[in-house]
């Protein structure tokens, strides 16, 4: 894929409430496939600075926490993302 990540988006949202990356201190966080059902435990946490990275991962396999206003935070599979890009 080529253009630079406008932005990630939850293909079917929460109760129908847009969804985000969610972005803490550390970064955007992410779940390594490698970890199986563990993927969502802190200590297999995977944190890049930029949506550009996130994307990369995302399209490697990883899931990306999203959020939504009124929402806790969830990790969400690749399969439930959609990559925007310019």
Do not use: W
Request: overall charge positive.
């Amino acid at each position: 894929m080529t253009g630079h990540v406008i932005r990630i988006e939850r293909t079917q949202p929460r109760d129908g409430i847009a969804e985000e990356p969610d972005f803490g201190p550390k970064g955007y966080c992410l779940g390594d496939p490698k970890f199986g059902s563990a993927k969502h435990h802190a200590e297999n946490a995977v944190y890049v600075k930029t949506l550009n990275e996130a994307a990369d991962l995302v399209s490697s396999g990883f899931s990306l926490r999203m959020t939504g206003k009124g929402k806790r935070a969830s990790l969400v599979s690749p399969r439930g993302l959609r990559i925007i890009r310019s």
